[in-house]
């Protein structure tokens, strides 16, 4: 066996789960498995670089391979992963069974990073010429910090475009959705239960809201076409009241919308506004708070390292597509800088976050391979 699976195994074997997400006791936060990666990068001949992020002891990990110089190639995966609480069996195992590894993250997304971390070590074996950049941020699962940090510098290797490793079963995604994350805060007036005509109940004017918010949903699938992508928008969170015999003055409301390809998350934030504020007629105030405003990707033409991700997959897997996802990932942000971003990996969405996430061997060795063929094929031009 090469060294690849061992290395997903002891991957998924260093919790890292994202704070936002974890259980009261269970660890949480990327900075273990990014010490170990540091090491592991400086181990196998490669420069590092620690790039802290808006909260401390939560850093970005970089892996610079030098190449002949000039522009190269970005390989990029998130170091977070969701809680794995709710899992059955030992949740960070890295079991080997059936030709599956085992365990939370194993699919979203350490199997990508594994292979990237493989792919980087054989140019450095191989002397390839083309630069390579690995970037493992911290995040991903939650505000993207991580990739925020990361733009928010100069790289410390000039790239042109970047493969972000997600599951997508190594289908080719040129384009994915968007995300708007708000949360209103609908006012009212408290008072004595007993007495609810003196007060002004905050509860009701949100079940108001979140009425308003489920037709917009269906206001947004009617006539919609699966080709453009989907668009939701979906109440979350409800959080409101002080005390069972006390009229609320106050309940928020969370509200996580999707975007297609072809939307801009302003636009939207402003549609869901407009939306409140139909809501509340006049009868109720409210307050919002931006929690997250993250860009679509978008198709992109020409697509010089989209086609050579296809063929690469071809070449390795006997057949490739090229298709479109609903999910958010860091591609997006990368684009908005003007590079070309294609998210690819192995593994299949549907095992992401679930009760038994896995991903098969095949799969994490055949991603290797082709990350590795992308990488020898580069060019900047």
Not at 130 to 152: K, M, N, R, W, Y
């Amino acid at each position: 066996m090469s060294d690849l699976i061992p290395l997903l195994q002891d991957l998924i074997r260093i919790p890292s789960v994202n704070p936002s997400t974890a259980t009261p006791g269970e660890p949480s936060g990327e900075g273990a498995l990014g010490d170990f990666l540091e090491h592991w990068l400086q181990d196998n001949g490669l420069g590092t670089i620690r790039q802290a992020t808006a909260t401390p002891g939560r850093d970005n990990i970089m892996g610079v391979y030098p190449g002949a110089g000039g522009p190269g190639l970005m390989l990029e995966a998130h170091l977070d992963t969701v809680s794995g609480a709710r899992m059955i069996g030992e949740p960070f195992s890295g079991a080997l069974l059936e030709g599956r590894v085992w365990g939370r993250g194993s699919c979203d997304c350490k199997a990508s990073l594994a292979a990237m971390l493989l792919t980087l070590r054989r140019a450095v074996q191989e002397k390839l010429p083309t630069p390579c950049l690995l970037t493992a941020v911290v995040d991903e699962e939650s505000l993207f910090t991580g990739i925020h940090a990361f733009l928010s510098q100069p790289p410390p290797l000039p790239v042109t475009g970047a493969i972000v490793g997600e599951p997508t079963g190594l289908q080719v995604v040129d384009r994915h959705g968007g995300t708007v994350r708000l949360r209103f805060v609908v006012h009212g007036r408290a008072a004595h239960s007993a007495y609810p005509e003196r007060g002004d109940n905050a509860l009701l004017h949100a079940a108001d809201l979140v009425q308003a918010l489920g037709a917009h949903h269906r206001d947004l699938q009617a006539g919609a076409d699966p080709t453009l992508g989907l668009r939701t928008c979906s109440p979350t969170l409800i959080e409101g009241g002080t005390a069972i015999n006390i009229i609320p003055d106050h309940c928020a409301v969370g509200v996580d919308r999707r975007l297609r390809p072809d939307e801009r998350p302003e636009r939207v934030r402003q549609e869901l506004e407009e939306v409140a504020t139909w809501s509340a007629a006049g009868r109720f105030t409210w307050d919002m708070e931006i929690i997250l405003l993250d860009p679509p990707l978008p198709p992109r033409s020409p697509s010089p390292l989209a086609d050579l991700c296809e063929q690469a997959v071809q070449e390795v897997c006997g057949a490739s597509s090229r298709g479109m996802v609903s999910y958010a990932t860091d591609a997006s942000n990368l684009a908005e800088t003007g590079m070309e971003a294609v998210v690819l990996g192995p593994g299949d969405i549907a095992q992401a976050h679930t009760a038994e996430e896995w991903v098969e061997v095949e799969q994490v060795e055949q991603a290797e391979e082709i990350y590795h063929r992308v990488l020898a094929g580069y060019t900047a031009d």
